[in-house]
């Protein structure tokens, strides 16, 4: 017998707890809550078969210690639409794929969300962030696939020797050489990619020990054939102690067609700024690295630059 969540009789137990968190998908146009009804009628009541439908459960955001929105996901002839809940109201948005600038993927343990960001069908630049339960991601990878490259078939032997580009990575940080091999669809082709170490800043000493505060967290940026993927800790995630880094991880996935330009600007403290220009607006996605890392920089600039001909 299945447990009914919304009834008076049950008890918010740790079990109840985590299953209101995971996300589930809808069946029907009859299964979609009431409240959803009226502004995807239009969409899907009449739509056969019944396309990928998800529902995302309100919960808090781990990190920032805000409520998040119930919302209902799904994806029809190009177009990914968002209904959300605030309050007794829904806020519809809809993204064309190919308006989409940037995709972000993150997960701290049992804490997961997704966040796309570019022009909706209405010519506005905006932005949804998606939270769920690590547990539940089965049903939100489905959007995740369709948002990124397509894989191709490839022979096994040359896909091995692309992921064999990040074994440099074992021996300085072997969390990312994993996650940028998870993190590459079938058929990329890495050309460069740059790992740049946590950057501290020495606060003050006492006794002889000094004392550091990081200034910019551990990161890697990777140039595809497809994509810029960025890859680097959450500034809220856990800290793994005595490693110097945090539990979880963030990819960031741009599309080069949707990079205007990528910028280098030199500061004067030592430091280089990678900016990401976007095709909708004027929005960029910045990474700060080591003035040291500045000629390889360059050379994914350039790398960049031949890619868009």
Same mark, same amino acid.
């Given at each position: ?57 309100? !919960?808090?955001? !781990? ?13 029809? !002839? @190009?177009?990914?639409?968002?209904? /959300? ?20 993927? @993150? ?79 079938? #058929? ?25 505060? !990081? ?28 490693? #110097? @880094? ?51 920089? /360059? ?11």
């Amino acid at each position: 017998m299945s447990l009914d969540l919304n009834s008076p009789l049950a008890e918010l137990t740790g079990a109840r707890q985590t299953m209101l968190s995971w996300v589930r998908t809808v069946e029907s146009y009859a299964a979609i809550p009431d409240v959803y009804k009226d502004s995807c009628k239009a969409i899907l009541e009449d739509y056969h078969p019944f396309p990928y439908v998800v529902l995302t459960p309100k !919960n808090s955001d !781990n990190r920032q210690q805000e409520k998040i929105t119930e919302k209902l996901l799904c994806e029809i !002839n @190009g177009v990914f639409h968002v209904w /959300e809940c605030i309050g007794d109201k829904i806020v519809s948005t809809s993204y064309p794929l190919k308006t989409i600038n940037s995709l972000e993927v @993150g997960n701290i343990l049992l804490f997961s969300w997704l966040s796309i960001s570019g022009l909706t069908s209405d010519g506005i630049i905006s932005s949804t962030t998606i939270t769920f339960n690590t547990a539940t991601s089965r049903f939100l990878a489905p959007f995740i696939e369709q948002l990124r490259p397509a894989p191709v078939d490839v022979d096994e032997a040359d896909w091995k020797l692309e992921l064999a580009k990040f074994d440099y990575l074992s021996s300085s940080n072997f969390k990312f050489m994993n996650y940028a091999r998870e993190g590459l669809v079938r #058929g990329e082709k890495v050309i460069c990619s740059i790992l740049q170490p946590r950057i501290r800043k020495h606060i003050f000493t006492i006794f002889g020990q000094k004392f550091y505060r !990081n200034r910019f967290l551990s990161h890697l940026a990777l140039l595809t054939d497809k994509e810029v993927i960025l890859i680097g800790d959450d500034e809220k995630g856990p800290e793994i102690k005595g490693k #110097g @880094g945090r539990y979880g991880g963030v990819w960031q996935y741009i599309p080069i067609r949707n990079i205007t330009a990528i910028v280098l600007t030199e500061s004067g403290d030592g430091l280089v700024t990678l900016s990401i220009k976007l095709a909708s607006g004027d929005l960029r996605l910045d990474k700060v690295f080591e003035v040291s890392k500045k000629p390889v920089l /360059e050379d994914f600039k350039k790398e960049f630059e031949r890619l868009i001909g």
